[in-house]
């Protein structure tokens, strides 16, 4: 789908707020409302605004005790649908966060989330580990989230400016 420049404009802007009011947008946009809302709602329509996300910083939240891993996943793809069928399998538990298609020493890098390590390795030896087209796989934990999706964790607010006197 070819996106006007205004189209582009107002998806970066989303993308880095979600929650800006309609009106401000059209205003950064120099757009009339009516004309804003009408690009949005073909934006919506077209599946280019999937859904619109909010990051949280769990570490914050002190009964919040989960594990989240990447799997770097070797398949065999089948001829006919490559590596789609097997990513929709996997996609469809539960646990799994994201499927993404890699280049490079593995296939597909699953994202999944669990309440243990335990959990998750259970995940990877009965669910993961078993399906076909699954030849080989490599668990890694997240053990500190610094930035995630442009949002930077465990900043302070304190100004960091050195003072100067005369």
């Given at each position: 789908m070819k996106l006007t420049d205004k189209e582009l404009e107002i998806l970066e802007?989303?993308?880095g707020n979600a929650r800006l009011s309609k009106e401000d947008l059209a205003k950064m946009v120099s757009l009339p409302m009516e004309e804003l809302e009408a690009i949005v709602e073909k934006l919506e329509e077209e599946k280019v605004i999937v859904r619109y996300a909010s990051v949280v910083d769990w570490t914050k939240?002190?009964?919040?005790?989960?594990?989240?891993?990447?799997?770097?996943?070797?398949?065999?793809?089948?001829?006919?649908?490559?590596?789609?069928?097997?990513?929709?399998?996997?996609?469809?538990y539960e646990e799994v966060r994201s499927v993404y298609l890699m280049s490079g020493a593995y296939d597909l890098s699953v994202?999944?989330?669990?309440?243990?390590?335990?959990?998750?390795a259970r995940f990877v030896s009965d669910k993961l580990s078993t399906?076909?087209?699954?030849?080989?796989t490599t668990t890694?934990?997240?053990?500190?989230?610094?930035?995630?999706?442009g949002t930077i964790f465990g900043q302070s607010d304190e100004d960091k400016r050195i003072v100067v006197s005369p």
């Open positions: 802007i989303l993308e939240v002190e009964s919040n005790e989960a594990v989240t891993a990447m799997i770097d996943v070797k398949v065999t793809p089948k001829r006919g649908v490559g590596f789609d069928e097997i990513a929709q399998r996997i996609y469809r994202i999944i989330e669990g309440r243990s390590m335990n959990e998750v399906l076909d087209s699954v030849i080989s890694h934990f997240i053990l500190k989230k610094y930035k995630h999706d």
